[in-house]
């Protein structure tokens, strides 16, 4: 009992830290990289992606004994569309300024590798509550990561952040950073510092143990 | 919507490049970049694929919009780009098997190309004609394989030089995208 629930837990975190899908996964990154020019965008964009990947996990593990393999890829898909298609328009009827930055992002979640993955890697194998967990904790991993995108965006861009403006009138925004190439380098500076984290993890685990080897 | 269809294919070519200005079709661009041998017939492919896409959607979406079921576009585009990615299988396995095999699992993979459905969804959002919807398909092809030609040119350059073991990788690529897409900014405007 403690040991499955411990087992559960693990897959919900899972897709939060140790498989971050932005950071370490590096997947679904046309998204990413589209829609994280301002905080809330990126923002919207995760719950949209993570309400479709949460749903779409469900329905496909519900139904995974009745789905033949051949076709299981075709289901799926058509699965994910039909989600993507209601995110769609319910997002149209909450915000029009909102459906308009995302533009056609929101369609393309159809196509997002991460929903994709999930389903055919984990929801096609395991009863639906603990690949709607896992797909939740992937998907908040995504929103995280897509935030850590578009805030740092948005500051150094614009230099606010949800629209709040941070530094004095004197800030010049740094604009290259709202434009296409800043995303590209954002994204490169999160995973320089992920891979400078793990090697310093890595360091500080090395010496004691050829300290050990020494003495 | 009367852009001219040169002003469109430039557009989509170098302007609104795909890859480098739209952000669609990331994961070929950064998975297949590695060779330049790969890259150009992966690039061809999805053209084609993109081509065909196109042709199909906007028929299509005459029928859809015809009997009022534009809910069902999204479902019904991912089907067809599924079934057009199927057909090129089936050609290339026919006529180039050699070719069939040097593409390999990145064949299939086309089915999720944000960049093949991003043409039939923009050019239904944009409303555009036959004419313009093919030279938009093309552009934009032809723009994803030019940018996947460049990085892969340059990657294999860079496995000759010295870069710190911490940039390896991921990282690395997206840093030569990012300087790549600066230059293409110096495109702005060009398609008027």
Partial sequence: MNTAQYKTWDEFTEGIWRQNPVFVMVLGMCPVLAVSVSAVNALSMGLATMFVLVCSCGLVSLLRRMVPKEVRIAVYIVIIATFVTAVDYAIQAISLALYDALGAFIQLIVVNCIILGRAEAHASKNPPLPAMLNAAGMGIGFAVGLFALGAVREILGAGTLFGITLFGASFQPWVIMVLPPGGFFVLGAWLLFFAWLERRKLRRAAPTTEAGQHV | ?192
């Fill in chain 2, 1 to 192: 919507m009367s852009e001219s269809a040169f002003q469109i294919f430039v557009n989509a070519l170098l302007a609104n490049n795909f890859v480098l200005a739209m952000f669609l079709g990331l994961c070929p661009f950064l998975g297949v970049s590695g060779k330049l041998d790969t890259a150009f017939p992966m690039g061809v492919a999805t053209t084609f694929v993109m081509l065909v896409a196109s042709l199909c959607a906007y028929g299509l979406n005459l029928l859809l919009t015809a009997f009022h079921l534009e809910f069902l576009r999204l479902i019904s585009y991912i089907v067809i780009i599924a079934s057009a990615v199927q057909l090129v299988e089936m050609v290339l396995k026919k006529y180039s098997p050699a070719l069939f095999r040097a593409l390999g699992i990145y064949l299939p993979l086309i089915t999720t190309n944000c960049a093949v459905l991003g043409v039939a969804l923009f050019q239904t959002a944009r409303d555009y004609s036959f004419v313009q919807s093919v030279v938009f398909a093309v552009g934009g092809g032809a723009g994803f394989t030019l940018a996947l030609v460049l990085m892969a040119s340059v990657r294999e350059r860079l496995t000759l030089s010295n870069v710190p073991d911490l940039a390896q990788g991921t990282a690395l690529s997206l840093m030569l995208a990012g300087i790549l897409s600066l230059s293409f900014m110096g495109f702005a405007g060009l398609g008027g």
